[in-house]
């Protein structure tokens, strides 16, 4: 994993399984995103649960559809200014199944050029730590790290 991002690893898990609190929590959540309740503790009463235990299980569930859409990553990098080097970059994010959604670039300033890309990882084995140690290790990448997700 990246410096600073100390998250903790999800499981797909199949509904039947999970407890009622959780599953309730995430009725609760659906209620409140689509306005069919206005408070946490309309839509707590609705469902038949208590506000603790909501509070205890809402930022730990989600809908599978909504943590795909959290795939996206925004790396930023200081690349050296030498031709191909951009080139390289982009091909290994390619290769390691990482799909280029957008990408910035600074002028070079004594040598260096900022460059912050946003990747769709969705189709990646490895996200994070993987992308990040592989183009830390390339040739013309002086830094590369993430700063921000979702």
Do not use: W
């Not at 797909?12 to 995430?26: N, Q, S, Y």
């Not at 199944?97 to 946003?118: C, F, R």
């Amino acid at each position: 994993m990246s410096e600073g991002n100390n998250k903790d690893p999800f499981y797909l898990v199949r509904e039947d399984i999970l407890p009622e609190a959780v599953l309730k929590t995430m009725e609760a959540k659906e209620l409140l995103a689509r306005g069919e309740a206005k408070t946490i503790h309309e839509a707590v009463d609705k469902v038949g649960i208590s506000r603790s235990a909501f509070y205890k299980y809402k930022d730990g569930i989600f809908p599978l559809s909504k943590v795909d859409k959290e795939r996206i990553v925004t790396v930023s990098m200081n690349l050296e200014h030498r031709s191909g080097i951009l080139s390289k970059v982009l091909a290994c994010i390619a290769g390691i199944e990482g799909n280029v959604l957008t990408i910035h670039q600074t002028i070079p300033l004594q040598g260096m050029a900022n460059v912050v890309i946003s990747v769709d990882t969705s189709r990646m084995e490895d996200p994070i730590s993987g992308m990040l140690k592989a183009l830390n290790e390339m040739d013309g990448v002086r830094k590369a790290l993430v700063i921000g997700q979702g």
